[in-house]
């Protein structure tokens, strides 16, 4: 790799990342005061919301917000919501997704159908496993010590009005170094290969496959993956169907909770197998969906 181009990389990706910043901060202080203030009375509907959990948890979790996937995945530990409560809220959970978008010149318009997808595939989801599995849920054990935090270590339980303030910052700073790092790897990428459409023909752009290789990406519980994501697409390098069937394998920090907070590990592994065949499912209809129509 030649000086040139890293440079280049470097320069373009530090120019895109200064002008999205003041959106991010923006987006994030609007979250942080919604989700100060509505957070707990969102968290204690869904925990006694019974038949309609699904449908309440997937349109809590596609607010974009860093820690209602964490809440769901504790509420379940506890024996408070379903499996399919708690994969409609991983399946519809937006994590970075729609304020990244949202900072992007001429992405914003693909909010609205992200966040209609996610809701339906994840309220669709989650009745469909909770009528062919059942509505049991784990033994209640609400004294379990399991600790609901999100991103940046960002408390989501007792929380202090600092945070209005300082969680966007901090929350602004960590995702614009995502956006600036992976701004330069697919820049550089994309110079070595020659063009945005060389490096989707090595991630199988144009295939069935892309959504199964998106969504196996998408299960990393960090929320730079949203943002890799929504960088691929945009640049050209996956498509639309890949998009979305990689933000629904991601559901944030959840994952990560389920994984090393429930101690049935079978249960665990169940949870996380069927939210990667959900979301690969997902994308390869979409995948042929627009293939015939398009």
């Not at 373009?12 to 987006?27: Q, S």
């Not at 994840?122 to 469909?128: E, F, N, W």
Request: charged residues 10%; hydrophobic residues 55%; glycine residues 8%.
């Amino acid at each position: 790799m030649s000086g040139v181009i890293l440079f280049e990389s470097l320069k373009d990706a530090f120019w895109d990342t200064l002008f999205i910043i003041p959106v991010l901060f923006l987006t994030f202080l609007l979250i942080e005061v919604v989700e100060f203030y509505f957070f707990d009375k969102v968290s204690s509907y869904v925990k006694r919301s019974g038949a309609y959990a699904p449908l309440l948890g997937a349109l809590a979790a596609s607010f974009p917000q860093c820690g209602f996937s964490v809440i769901a995945s504790v509420l379940y530990i506890r024996g408070f919501i379903t499996k399919g409560a708690l994969l409609a809220v991983y399946l519809s959970t937006s994590d970075e997704a729609v304020p990244v978008l949202l900072s992007m010149p001429g992405q914003a318009e693909l909010v609205l159908p992200v966040i209609l997808l996610k809701i339906l595939i994840g309220v669709s989801a989650g009745y469909a496993f909770d009528f062919f599995f059942g509505q049991k849920t784990l033994p209640q054990n609400g004294g379990m010590d399991v600790s609901a935090r999100g991103c940046c270590e960002h408390a989501l339980e007792g929380k202090d009005k600092k945070d209005l303030i300082l969680h966007p910052v901090v929350h602004t700073f960590t995702i614009s170094t995502f956006i600036f790092a992976i701004s330069v790897l697919i820049n550089i990428l994309i110079s070595l290969f020659g063009s945005a459409e060389a490096l989707g023909g090595l991630l199988m752009s144009g295939s069935p496959m892309q959504p199964l290789m998106a969504a196996l990406f998408g299960l990393i519980p960090n929320c730079a993956i949203s943002v890799a994501l929504i960088m691929l697409y945009a640049k050209g390098s996956i498509a639309f169907c890949s998009l979305i069937s990689g933000l629904c394998a991601n559901s944030g920090l959840g994952i990560w909770v389920i994984l090393t907070k429930n101690k049935n590990r079978k249960d665990s592994l169940f949870i996380v197998s069927s939210l990667f065949l959900i979301s690969v499912f997902a994308g390869m209809v979409l995948y042929f969906a627009l293939k015939f129509t398009g």
